[in-house]
């Protein structure tokens, strides 16, 4: 698993964990905040490698609705980590 830096982006392979960049536990705390149904959709999509029209079959809804709810739940641990 590769280390997420303050600014929401993953840090490349190799790179060092500095203070910039969260650790596991910071990183379960912060989707802990998550909805389930975001979370689900996050874990399908970044660590099942599903596509979003995949996904969207799973919940019965539109894959511009799974877009929309993945974007928002990125910005929504992109301003957690901003308030850290």
Do not use: T, W
Not at 8 to 37: D, I, N, T, W
Not at 56 to 63: D, I, K, P, R, T
Request: net charge positive.
């Amino acid at each position: 698993m590769l280390p997420i830096l303050e600014n929401g982006e993953l840090a490349a392979r190799g790179q060092k964990r500095g203070k910039s960049q969260l650790g596991r536990e910071e990183v379960v705390s912060l989707l802990a905040q998550l909805s389930p149904e975001s979370k689900k959709i996050l874990a399908m999509y970044y660590h099942e490698n599903m596509r979003l029209l995949d996904i969207a079959n799973c919940f019965g809804l539109a894959e511009s609705d799974v877009s929309q709810i993945c974007a928002q739940s990125l910005a929504s641990l992109r301003r957690l980590i901003s308030f850290r």
